[in-house]
T-cell receptor, first 115, second 114 residues
């Protein structure tokens, strides 16, 4: 199994540009989530999904959209990038949302810079 | 508000000494608590979790954590630190809203000196 994969690893955008961060998992996990990591602020939850077709907002959803058309994929879209979105983005998945006692598996991260 | 806090930004310990990384939480219902570790330029890796049962939970790399309900704490411990334990450590907790989700503390940087 590849686990959780994220592409790209690095990205530089100009203010106002749009892009999609890709996340895929091959473990048949129902629960997937996106976090951003900023110095001194830990990981903050952006959006999460408890299964295909179901998404919900986390702590910091503004400026980001998500969709979950398949169990495997959970892309994160920035419609109009802003410098405040400069961060490292992590995707994670776990087996069951209903209990959420299972371990979350993290991707390697995408380092995004918005100029 | 449901939350998790790590009061120390950095913890410095000499190799061979015991280490403690602190975590406190505030949740409704029974807490599900986790510790994760992040090495430089890597994603987070699971260390251990508390769901129910014994208050002392043992995890990977010789780490353990003690759940204390009265103090709402879940401190991470190791009897003898290694230089290779130097990393960023995150405490996390499951919280309840329209659906359950995991939220993380701000992280504690652990530095082990030889």
């Amino acid at each position: 199994n590849a686990g959780v994969t994220q592409t790209p690893k690095f990205q530089v955008l100009k203010t106002g540009q749009s892009m999609t961060l890709q996340c895929a998992q091959d473990m048949n996990h129902e629960y997937m989530s996106w976090y951003r990591q900023d110095p001194g602020m830990g990981l903050r939850l952006i959006h999460y999904s408890v299964g295909a077709g179901i998404t919900d907002q986390g702590e910091v959803p503004n400026g980001y959209n998500v969709s979950r058309s398949t169990t495997e994929d959970f892309p994160l879209r920035l419609l109009s990038a802003a410098p405040s979105q400069t961060s490292v983005y992590f995707c994670a998945s776990s087996r069951q949302e209903t209990t959420s006692t299972d371990t979350q598996y993290f991707g390697p991260g995408t380092r995004l810079t918005v100029l | 508000a449901q939350s998790v806090a790590q009061p120390e930004d950095q913890v410095n310990v000499a190799e061979g000494n015991p280490l403690t990384v602190k975590c406190t939480y505030s949740v409704s219902g029974n807490p599900y608590l986790f510790w994760y570790v992040q090495y430089p330029n890597r994603g987070l890796q699971f260390l251990l979790k508390y769901i129910t049962g014994d208050n002392l939970v043992k995890g990977s790399y010789g780490f353990e954590a003690e759940f204390n309900k009265s103090q709402t704490s879940f401190h991470l411990k190791k009897p003898s630190a290694l230089v290779s334990d130097s990393a960023l450590y995150f405490c996390a907790v499951r919280v309840y809203s329209s659906a359950s989700k995991i939220i993380f503390g701000s992280g504690t940087r652990l530095s082990i000196r030889p």
